[in-house]
Structure formats: C-alpha cells, structure tokens
C-alpha cells in the first residue's frame, strides 16, 4: 500500500552541462524523498515539460532510488 506521496526537494532543479560532456554521459541527479518503504518507496523519474527538444533522458537507479538526468544528443547553437 503506497501511503506516501514521494517528494523532489527542491521542487526545481538547475544543472549545468559543460560543452565537453558525451553523448549518453550523466549529466546530474535528481533525489525525491518518500516516506513508504519496500517497493512501494521504488521511484520512476520522467520528463514531462521543457525537455530541451528531446536533448536529455532521465532513468531510474535502483539501487539509490536517484533520478539519473543523461545527455541524449548534442544542440548547437551558433551566432554570426
């Protein structure tokens, strides 16, 4: 029985990207507290607004419960 609601803290989350970073490397974590235990503490992460045109992936890992935010291709952006 999932009795708790789990929790991002903060609610908003600002990462930086360098320039260097490969394509399918973790860029950041994300950390949601929930109050359940067992499986019903098991975290699923998703993006659902402001996705950066389909630029970064998030995953779930199982073990800290911790929302993994992976870059999934490269923008760039010049100007003249």
């Given at each position: 029985l ?18 260097s ?60």
């Amino acid at each position: 029985l999932n009795m708790f609601n789990m929790k991002c803290l903060p609610e908003h989350y600002q990462l930086y990207v360098p320039e260097s970073a490969q394509v399918g490397s973790a860029v950041g974590k994300i950390k949601a507290n929930d109050a359940d235990t067992g499986s019903n503490a098991d975290m699923t992460y998703s993006i659902i607004n402001g996705d950066g045109m389909g630029i970064f992936s998030i995953s779930t890992d199982k073990e800290t419960r911790e929302g993994i935010l992976s870059l999934k291709k490269v923008k760039r952006t010049y100007f003249l």
